[in-house]
């Protein structure tokens, strides 16, 4: 489509004109009809024969029309529409939540929500401005909300009057405004897309005062203007991409999920459909559960996949503040270098980046945004090739800061994420003989050693270790040819017959063993420093009896040592807690003993600090050791309605000497939550004097979401982070 080639001439047959086309033209035809003045011209879509059905795709063809979007690796979301003027705003308070939920955070009614829509008018708009932002940042294609939840379009609908031509003074077609900027500059636009409406009288699962006096009748909501819309995008403006949400409401289902999707790829059979269209993904982790669940990437939103967890395409969507449409209060910035870190640890793992803004009602990206993506293009130009693509190595980490990705030609990188100093180590790589090794960027050709059990290392210039003259920042990637080695794997450091993540907390005393690999020795330390063949060789278990450090090293013949296993062992001075119901294992918040280290969690649910009950209540019994006076007692809960995660409805404080007959000391009902309260931490405290060894706490779990809830029907959390105990 860069260049037009002259490919045949029509031919007259009867009454009809027959244009043969070559069996290798995939994407576009230009009809030019001369003899009129003008000379009339045409596009249209040109398909190969579409299978009768698609889910039977071969994975050959899967896997071309997935191709552009795997090695793009970096995408800009937007999300934009009439929420952007209250910015978070409505009747001058300040609503919690994000910036485009503000009409069901609110509970504001259809009719005080549309004159948001008719204040809609972003005069400063500019298309090729926003596709320059992107490209510069290293994008390769963007997504747009369409049409979020709200219902407002942001094209000339001809299904509905509730769009950006017809409802909003601006009357400018946003969305082909931006596909000649993208087309310009060899982006691909894709189009965000809400299943569910909040407008729609038909699409309504809750009240916002526009019901159809007989009742919702979704069907005919998804059948005369759900799929008559994405018609008209598919048609109209060629998305590469179409991205749905809103899936999780009750009328949808894994049915309508498939056949959606068949619909939308029948009018384009290359278009790409994440997996939202259905009802498969798990959560915010945004995979499917089973094997047929529609979709063709994954969707994690606001996290990271674990490694080796994903069994499709995915991509994880994440904002850069807290907020995905625009919030004037939300300032909640991550750094140029957190999001550079996410980038490079995504791509490591086989995903794509599609990185959010929410430009204000005027039309412009936010400034802090602007700047956080000047910042990734900058060092994009550097580093593209680490993004863009390419594909993942056999291992993707070493340690906490080294990241390893294979290039689009086999070459190999290991990224480090801090700066290494003067000498780097590596023990995923072991470059082929005469290789050049070289920081991207760079034209220096680095001195390195091999080393059968220590691995690679490369030495860097005493230039560049003065931060005046360090080349880039944030992120450092060393380019070399090289196979992959065979490493010895890292121990295990065990406690009461569980392998420990981290952090383990113990009272008086707790015994660890350390588990290699079959034929390997163990060495270790207990003092932080990096264990090696000449120290502490492991020889049996292993009694800790204060705060702890513990690193331990696996070595085996004929490889290459292992990585560094490193755990807290922190002390505590409880004597045990145990948990009538057991928490999320992705919110374990240190364990047990977590819940009384004395670190308190912050409004970050992913903090790791706080322990998560999905549907569950929470309840906690503490041995004290001996019997006592307990004077005080407190506990804290988050609240983040936002993200699914409720206060108690009920909370109660016993006490025992024998841990079987509890006495109360005080029981808390709790009002019911509200849409607009807002994300904290809440803390209940006890004050008494009362004898007793055993000490409980219980809280109810509200258990599903309420009705006025996004997810109204699923299971909600509670997350606990400190008891205090004086």
Not at 108 to 121: G, T
Not at 345 to 363: F, Q, R, S
Not at 602 to 610: C, E, K, L
């Amino acid at each position: 489509n860069e260049q037009w080639s002259t490919i045949s001439t029509a031919t007259t047959v009867g009454s009809q004109r027959w244009l043969p086309i070559p069996p290798t033209t995939t994407n576009r035809l230009r009809l030019t009809v001369r003899g009129m003045a003008p000379p009339a011209l045409a596009e249209i879509a040109l398909y190969r024969r579409p299978h009768d059905n698609f889910l039977l795709e071969s994975r050959p063809e899967f896997d071309q029309r997935m191709a552009w979007w795997r090695n793009a690796g970096f995408g800009m979301f937007i999300h934009w529409g009439a929420y952007a003027v209250p910015a978070g705003i409505h009747q001058g308070q300040e609503i919690s939540g994000v910036g485009e939920w503000i009409m069901n955070n609110a509970r504001i009614p259809v009719s005080e929500y549309e004159p948001y829509a008719q204040q809609f008018n972003p005069q400063e708009f500019d298309a090729n401005e926003w596709v320059r932002i992107a490209k510069e940042a290293g994008m390769q294609y963007i997504v747009i909300t369409s049409k979020h939840h709200d219902g407002f379009c942001l094209w000339d609908s001809q299904v509905t009057d509730y769009d950006i031509m017809d409802t909003s003074p601006f009357r400018r077609d946003i969305l082909a405004e931006l596909r000649d900027a993208c087309e310009d500059a060899g982006i691909k636009l894709c189009f965000y897309h809400s299943i569910m409406d909040w407008h729609h009288p038909d699409a309504q699962g809750k009240d916002f005062g526009n019901g159809n006096p007989q009742g919702p009748d979704f069907a005919a909501y998804r059948d005369t203007y759900l799929k008559p819309q994405l018609r008209e995008l598919i048609t109209r403006y060629r998305p590469h991409v179409l991205w749905f949400d809103g899936e999780w409401i009750p009328e949808w289902t894994e049915a309508q999920g498939k056949d959606l999707y068949h619909f939308v790829r029948s009018l384009d059979p290359e278009i790409i459909v994440n997996n939202r269209v259905g009802k498969g993904r798990q959560g915010m982790q945004g995979m499917n559960q089973e094997g047929d669940d529609v979709g063709d990437f994954g969707t994690p939103e606001q996290e990271i996949l674990a490694h080796g967890s994903a069994t499709i395409d995915w991509e994880s969507c994440m904002t850069m503040n807290d907020s995905w449409g625009f919030k004037a209060s939300d300032n909640n910035w991550k750094s140029p270098e957190t999001l550079i870190h996410n980038l490079v640890d995504i791509a490591a793992k086989g995903g794509n980046y599609l990185l959010n803004v929410g430009p204000t009602a005027a039309g412009h990206i936010p400034p802090a945004s602007v700047e956080r993506l000047q910042e990734m293009g900058l060092w994009m130009q550097t580093n593209a090739a680490l993004i863009q693509q390419s594909s993942t190595w056999p291992q993707f980490r070493e340690g906490n800061d080294i990241r390893y990705i294979r290039g689009a030609t086999g070459e190999v990188y290991a990224v480090s994420l801090r700066w290494p100093g003067e000498k780097l180590q590596l023990r995923y790589v072991h470059p082929k003989a005469g290789s050049r090794i070289t920081l991207i960027g760079q034209p220096e050709t680095l001195a390195w050693t091999y080393d059968a059990q220590e691995g690679l290392t490369i030495t860097l210039p005493a230039a560049w270790q003065d931060p005046a003259n360090r080349p880039g920042k944030y992120a450092w990637a060393f380019r070399m040819e090289a196979d992959f080695p065979t490493v010895t794997s890292a121990p295990t450091v065990v406690r009461q017959g569980k392998t420990i993540e981290g952090l383990a907390i113990f009272t008086d005393t707790t015994t660890i063993t350390l588990q290699g690999p079959e034929g390997s020795s163990l060495y270790y330390t207990l003092d932080g420093t990096t264990p090696s063949v000449n120290g502490l060789r492991y020889q049996g278990p292993v009694s800790i009896t204060t705060h702890t450090t513990l690193k331990a090293l696996a070595v085996t013949p004929g490889q290459v040592n292992s990585p560094v296993t490193q755990v807290e062992l922190r002390r505590s001075r409880f004597n045990a807690i145990t948990l009538k119901y057991p928490y999320a294992e992705q919110y374990q918040g240190g364990g047990l003993l977590g819940l009384v280290d004395g670190l308190e969690g912050s409004t970050n649910f992913r903090d790791g600090r706080w322990q998560g009950f999905e549907g569950h209540d929470f309840s906690a019994t503490i041995d004290l050791g001996k019997v006592t006076t307990v004077q005080h007692l407190e506990v804290s809960f988050l609240q983040d309605i936002g993200s699914w995660i409720f206060p108690p409805r009920a909370l109660t404080f016993s006490i025992s000497e024998d841990g079987q007959t509890f006495t109360p000391l005080q029981v808390l009902t709790l009002p019911a939550p509200q849409a607009t309260d807002p994300t904290g931490r809440m803390t209940f405290p006890y004050h008494g004097a009362v004898q007793g060894r055993y000490v409980r706490i219980t809280a109810s779990n509200i258990g599903i979401c309420p009705p006025w809830h996004a997810g109204s029907g699923g299971k909600a959390w509670l997350f606990v982070d400190e008891i205090k105990i004086e």
